[in-house]
């Protein structure tokens, strides 16, 4: 069960996050995963971290585990999903409260 949720996540996550759709939401799972990617598949590697930290960036999940870390604090950027949506929203702001009385 756990094996399908994250190939899901990383398959979907993969694609969102290349369109820019929820990003900070599908970088947190995906830092996790990478995070326990390193605990499970590098414990070595993560446990040099200080003293050989060539060890640690040469890691197979390093790279997207800064990738999503970068998303998440940073966000998406101008060119996503996320970002036109926003856009959208702002130039047409819903009117429901009006609508609904």
């Not at 994250?6 to 990478?34: F, K, N, P, T």
């Not at 993560?46 to 390093?62: G, M, N």
Request: no cysteine; proline share 3%; glycine share 8%.
């Amino acid at each position: 069960m756990n094996a399908h949720f994250i190939a899901v996540l990383e398959a979907g996550g993969g694609i969102l996050l290349a369109l820019g759709l929820g990003s900070r939401i599908i970088s947190l799972l995906l830092a996790g995963d990478m995070f326990v990617a390193f605990l499970v598949a590098d414990r070595e590697a993560l446990q040099s971290i200080f003293s050989d930290t060539d060890k640690f960036y040469a890691a197979a999940p390093y790279t997207l585990l800064f990738a999503s870390l970068i998303i998440l604090i940073f966000g998406p950027g101008k060119i996503s999903l996320d970002h036109v949506i926003a856009v959208y929203r702002k130039k047409h702001p819903k009117t429901g409260a009006a609508t609904a009385s």
